[in-house]
């Protein structure tokens, strides 16, 4: 398999600028999910990669080979890019075996049930696609996409129709048949959990620009901006000052998780997320009072809404799904572990 890179990759439409000096790198057999709220260039980001349209500005490489730079580009047939749309959009007339072997030569049918048992689709052959679940059609579009042996396989969104625990497992087994096979993937998605929990790398797409890499975990702890920090999870952004590389907020000393001495004394604000926060039921000297305004149960934990008492700030406190917090009841809020500052 191969890297994919793109290089100051530019595209407008008439007057209007879709993307910008666009920079990304996907290393070889990882994923990389593509994170960005409508309109921020995700679609036309993925028609590029797929030859569907040409860059105006920049370079798209896989491996060492430069498939568009804006004078000549590959076409769509011969960049070896995978595709699989949002809806699955197979073929509903053709049966699911001929479906994975559209576009195969006669020579390479036997590759078909290979491609099934890769799926978990052993024995599906027969079968219409309209006598499939929503996510057994997603398999079988995953398995017409490796059946040309791609170098890039693109996922525009593939799981967001379906439901949310279907969701998650078959995104779970898409992730792991990707791995097996060392395909490098691009997914598109606006589901932060999504991207979180399947890929090896996110990128933020804002303005048409690459706003922030990195790791998830690293993303979600040590966001560069404000911005990105509340594009990835629940975010406290709260108000504080620094004095000699120590934060302090409305909640009490808060350590810094990174520069602290380089950052400046004064004003700043500070990043939290709800896991941070420690609420006690009973009063406590070193932790602050709120009250609680509401409360959204999940079953393995539950989200408090918190008023704090004593400043005019509002945050979110994760707690086990054991602790039954009630909207009015006054708590007291304390800060575990470091926080960003900006």
């Known amino acids: 398999m191969s890297t994919l890179e793109l290089r100051g990759v530019g595209k407008r439409f008439g007057?209007?600028?879709?993307?910008?000096?666009?920079?990304?790198?996907?290393?070889?057999?990882?994923?990389?999910?593509?994170?960005?709220?409508?309109?921020?260039g995700k679609t036309t980001l993925l028609r590029l990669l797929?030859?569907?349209?040409?860059?105006?500005?920049g370079t798209i490489s896989i491996g060492d080979r430069v498939v568009d730079d804006g004078r000549r580009s590959v076409s769509a047939s011969r960049r070896k890019v995978g595709?699989?749309?949002?809806?699955?959009?197979?073929?509903?007339?053709?049966?699911?075996?001929?479906?994975?072997?559209?576009?195969?030569?006669?020579?390479?049918?036997?590759?078909?049930?290979?491609l099934l048992e890769l799926v978990g689709l052993t024995g599906y052959g027969k079968r219409f696609p309209h006598q499939l679940s929503g996510g057994q059609q997603q398999r079988v579009a995953l398995a017409r996409a490796l059946a040309t042996d791609p170098e890039v396989v693109l996922l525009d969104?593939?799981?967001?129709?379906?439901?949310a625990s279907l969701r998650v497992s078959l995104g779970q087994d898409i992730a792991h048949i990707l791995g097996e096979t060392r395909t490098t993937t691009v997914l598109v998605t606006h589901d932060q959990d999504e991207?979180?929990?399947?890929?090896?790398?996110?990128?933020?797409?804002r303005d048409g620009r690459i706003a922030?890499?990195?790791?998830?975990?690293?993303?979600?702890?040590?966001?560069?901006?404000?911005?990105a920090a509340e594009a990835i999870g629940q975010a406290n952004v709260v108000t504080g000052t620094v004095s000699g590389g120590r934060?302090?907020?409305?909640?009490?000393?808060?350590?810094?998780r990174r520069g602290a001495d380089s950052v400046q004394d004064g004003p700043c604000m500070l990043l939290l997320r709800p896991e941070q926060l420690d609420v006690q039921v009973t009063p406590s000297k070193t932790a602050a009072a709120a009250t609680v305004e509401d409360v959204t149960f999940f079953g393995h934990d539950a989200l408090a809404r918190l008023q704090l008492r004593d400043a005019d700030e509002t945050v979110l406190?994760?707690?086990?799904?054991?602790?039954?917090?009630?909207?009015?009841?006054?708590?007291?809020?304390a800060v575990n572990g470091p926080a960003s500052v900006f």
Not at 15 to 40: K, Y
Not at 50 to 57: K, Q, S
Not at 157 to 163: N, Q, T
Request: contains cysteine; hydrophobic residues 45%.
């Open 212 to 227: 922030a890499i990195a790791a998830p975990r690293d993303l979600y702890q040590d966001p560069p901006d404000l911005r």
């Open 15 to 40: 007057p209007a600028v879709v993307l910008e000096a666009l920079d990304l790198v996907v290393p070889d057999g990882s994923i990389t999910a593509v994170l960005g709220a409508s309109g921020s």
């Open 83 to 114: 595709y699989v749309p949002q809806d699955g959009a197979l073929f509903p007339h053709l049966r699911v075996a001929a479906n994975v072997a559209f576009g195969l030569p006669k020579d390479r049918k036997g590759r078909v049930e290979e």
């Open 157 to 163: 969104e593939p799981f967001s129709s379906l439901d």
């Open 317 to 333: 406190a994760r707690v086990g799904g054991d602790v039954a917090l009630q909207p009015g009841q006054q708590v007291w809020v």
């Open 247 to 256: 934060g302090k907020c409305a909640m009490g000393a808060v350590t810094l």
């Open 195 to 205: 991207a979180m929990s399947l890929a090896h790398q996110i990128a933020l797409l």
């Open 50 to 57: 797929a030859g569907l349209d040409r860059v105006d500005a």
